[in-house]
């Protein structure tokens, strides 16, 4: 099982937990959560590459790999995530290149499409 499988099945797990100890509050966040990055007036591969270049800058690894993965799926390019990452540097600062680091070797394991 490589890194995205594991990632996604430990998320499934721990957010059955949450939901089943959570109050409607965080029951709405979740639920919004999620609705956030559906098809709009921006389309969801922008929207996850805004919430990759973001958590590249608060620095959320299990964010980073949400939105790697998110936009790698919603159609995004390994040169377009790439570049997204190359915002958040600048954004951020070299806070962010430890991130930034195991983003690129994520998207390796992604693969590039053909």
């Known amino acids: 099982m490589g890194k995205r499988e594991e990632f ?20 709405r966040f979740f639920a919004l959560d999620g609705q956030a990055y559906e098809d709009g007036a921006l389309p969801r591969k922008t929207k996850e590459l805004l919430g990759l270049v973001a958590s590249l800058v608060l620095r959320c690894d299990d964010c980073v790999t949400y939105h790697v993965v998110g936009a790698w799926d919603a159609g995004a390019s390994g040169e377009e995530i790439a570049e997204a990452m190359a915002v ?8 962010v290149i430890p991130h930034l680091r195991r983003a690129m070797a994520l998207l390796d394991e992604v693969g590039e499409r053909e």
Do not use: D, M
């Not at 996604?8 to 509050?25: G, P, Q, W």
């Open 8 to 27: 996604f099945a430990e998320r499934e797990r721990l957010t059955k937990i949450a939901l089943r100890r959570a109050n409607l509050v965080a029951k």
């Open 88 to 95: 958040a540097l600048i954004v951020g600062g070299s806070i």
